[in-house]
């Protein structure tokens, strides 16, 4: 993650680049990312945050506060155009720069699985703080099936996708629709850099049953006063998530994007039941590791 603050031009370019790290969303594809971002979209007195997602730090090229500040120098010119010194196409929304007082976040969602990641993000500051969404991995998984379906309608179906050999229950975790859900894998990689101190865990589900609640957890890691309240909050039954009002009295609330809450496609009893069990012992290992209980069952 790579942003700008406004400072004061007597500083020291090194401070500067030192300010750039301040929060990612390293999350998993499809695992409720976009809503923390979108919570956080300031009321009255609130901490102001920009976010946007560029991919930064997931091409070979991106490494280290030199890098990072010729890739921002040259977004505008490059708007999409991949770069001969090894920068990734930037995204069109440009980060937003941030007074002292206010926070950038971006959140790509594929730095979670990205291999190197971490140790690029660590290299350019270690007081990076992290935010990672995750949620059940089966229902993870049926949910990037069902985004990818959308747009390739001629794909083979979830269950032949799912098994190396189906009647052995031979599950390919090379598959990314699974591998992604593979938690306490990825976070190894996080861990050989980051603390978990450092690593805050966002519990999907709980982030849909109470918004608020578990936004004033991230809250309270960033170290900022908890300014949701339940009011801010409301429940579309059509998209299966909460929608966000600006003031607690606000009549205009901000929704997810169209691409939320799709019905997921139907999948074999079975075929759930077998990817439970694919998952349990991960899963396990990530509760022990991060010490929290998902009840992912």
Same mark, same amino acid.
């Given at each position: 993650m790579c942003f700008r603050r406004v400072t004061n031009h007597s500083k020291?370019?090194?401070?500067?680049?030192?300010?750039?790290?301040?929060? %990612?969303? #390293?999350?998993?594809?499809?695992?409720?990312?976009?809503?923390?971002?979108?919570?956080?979209?300031?009321? #009255?007195? &609130? #901490?102001?945050?920009?976010?946007?997602?560029?991919?930064?730090?997931?091409?070979?090229? &991106?490494?280290?506060?030199g890098w990072c500040l010729a890739a921002w120098s040259r977004m505008p010119e490059m708007m999409g155009t991949p770069s001969s010194q090894g920068l990734p196409p930037p995204s069109r929304s440009l980060m937003p720069r941030t007074l002292e007082s206010q926070i950038t976040l971006e959140k790509t969602p594929s730095y979670f699985v990205t291999q190197d990641a971490p140790r690029r993000i660590f290299n350019m500051s270690r007081d990076t703080k992290l935010i990672v969404v995750v949620r059940d991995p089966v229902t993870r998984a049926i949910s990037d099936y069902t985004q990818?379906? &959308?747009?390739?309608?001629?794909?083979?179906t979830f269950e032949v996708l799912t098994? %190396?050999?189906?009647?052995?229950?031979?599950?390919?975790?090379?598959?990314?629709? =699974? %591998?992604?859900?593979?938690?306490?894998?990825?976070?190894?990689?996080?861990?050989?850099?980051?603390?978990?101190?450092? =690593?805050?865990?966002?519990?999907?589900?709980?982030?849909?049953?109470? #918004?608020?609640?578990?936004?004033?957890?991230?809250q309270d890691f960033l170290g900022v006063r908890r300014f949701l309240t339940d009011k801010h909050f409301y429940f579309n039954k059509t998209k299966g998530f909460p929608c966000l009002r600006k003031t607690e009295s606000s009549l205009l609330p901000r929704c997810l994007g169209k691409s939320k809450g799709r019905t997921h496609v139907q999948i074999d009893p079975e075929v759930i039941d077998q990817l439970r069990e694919f998952y349990r012992p991960y899963?396990?290992?990530?509760?022990?590791?991060v010490g929290q209980d998902f009840r992912w069952e």
């Open positions: 020291t370019l090194w401070l500067k680049t030192a300010a750039f790290i301040k929060l %990612r969303f #390293p999350a998993g594809w499809q695992s409720g990312l976009s809503s923390p971002g979108l919570f956080f979209w300031p009321g #009255p007195g &609130s #901490p102001k945050l920009g976010w946007t997602l560029v991919h930064l730090w997931t091409t070979s090229g &991106s490494t280290g506060a990818t379906l &959308s747009k390739k309608p001629d794909i083979p098994f %190396r050999n189906r009647t052995q229950g031979l599950v390919d975790a090379s598959w990314g629709a =699974i %591998r992604i859900g593979l938690y306490a894998l990825h976070l190894q990689s996080w861990l050989r850099y980051f603390p978990l101190a450092q =690593i805050h865990f966002v519990s999907g589900e709980r982030l849909i049953v109470d #918004p608020a609640g578990e936004m004033g957890r991230v899963n396990i290992k990530f509760y022990e590791t």
